[in-house]
């Protein structure tokens, strides 16, 4: 089993930054991919960004592309999504989660998830 817990949200005016951490524990960390994910009320979870076991590859959507950046700590199990320029349609409910095979884009390719952690952005 994996579990996964997110942290470092909060609320923060448009234009600014937050940085999200993700900490894994019960399976090698370092060997999977991980992503982020958000929900906003009443809409669909949508893929945010992805990184590679190795953090050689990354994914972004584009909404976020050049604003957000992840990257991880293999030795720390640590993922992290570095997050500038906030909007207030980045307002959601952020997750981490891991694939055994990933990285996607596709959330059902994803085997475990954290409970997430509210970042809300004031105009």
């Known amino acids: 089993q994996v579990q996964l817990v997110e942290s470092g949200g909060g609320l923060v005016q448009a234009g600014g930054s937050l940085r999200l951490s993700c900490a894994a524990s019960g399976r090698t960390f370092s060997s999977y991919a991980m992503g982020w994910f958000r929900q906003a009320p009443g809409k669909e979870r949508e893929f945010v960004a992805a990184i590679n076991w190795s953090g050689g590859t990354t994914d972004y959507a584009d909404s976020v592309k050049g604003r957000f950046t992840v990257s991880r700590d293999n030795a720390k199990n640590l993922v992290y999504l570095q997050m500038n320029s906030l909007k207030p349609d980045d307002t959601a409910v952020y997750y981490c989660?891991?694939?055994?095979?990933?990285?996607?884009?596709?959330?059902?390719?994803?085997?475990?998830w954290g409970q997430g952690t509210q970042v809300t952005v004031s105009s």
């Open positions: 989660a891991l694939s055994v095979r990933g990285p996607f884009r596709s959330k059902s390719e994803y085997n475990y």
